[in-house]
């Protein structure tokens, strides 16, 4: 199967509001961009009355970590889809989530489009699946390490299923970094 060219990528996306970008980084290079994320204190966000729960770092735009979210192709991605070259501002973070956490169903209040990139992914049967409701119904994204989802978060409820342990993995993670692009305007 070949994968869609620009012209294409931008008709997907305004029709499905998603798209998977296999194989961002090296999967070799993960543990390092884990390090580089960790490398920041985090602070505790909730979600709802406070009862959900996950740990969120900064990332610096000039960190390594921040270079991959805005790589030539991610950026190459969004210009296919906007049809054009776009300017933009960023706003970089990771979320770690560990046994019970998990995000609620929502849609973002801000930005244009979202690139959640995963840097580890939760052993398989431990959760940490995302959700997308989209016009086609929900699916299921399972982000693999070096994978990464550009997506519109402010149009698309979006969810992920509980990190949860196994007898296998008594604690699994799952570890994503997060770039929201706010596209500036041409007018």
Known sequence: MTAPGPEN??????????????????????????????????RQVTAGPGDEWWNEYSIAEDSNLGS??????????????????????TRL?????????????????SGDIQFVLCLEAAPLGCGGTLLLCTKSGQIQVNLQVGDGLL??????????????????????????????????STE
């Open 151 to 184: 997506f519109k978060a402010t149009d698309l409820p979006h969810s992920t299923t509980p990190i949860c342990m196994t007898e296998n993995h008594v604690n699994p993670r799952r570890v994503v970094a997060v770039s929201r692009f706010f596209i500036a």
């Open 9 to 42: 990528l931008s008709l997907l996306f305004e029709r499905e509001r998603w798209l998977l970008l296999p194989n961002v980084f090296d999967p070799k290079i993960a543990t390092a961009l884990v390090s580089d994320l960790m490398s920041s204190g985090p």
């Open 68 to 89: 991959v979210l805005v790589s030539p192709m991610v950026v190459n991605a969004i210009n296919s889809i906007w049809g054009r070259e776009v300017s933009f501002t």
């Open 93 to 109: 973070w990771g979320q770690v989530y560990r046994v019970a956490q998990r995000i609620p169903w929502h849609t973002d209040g």
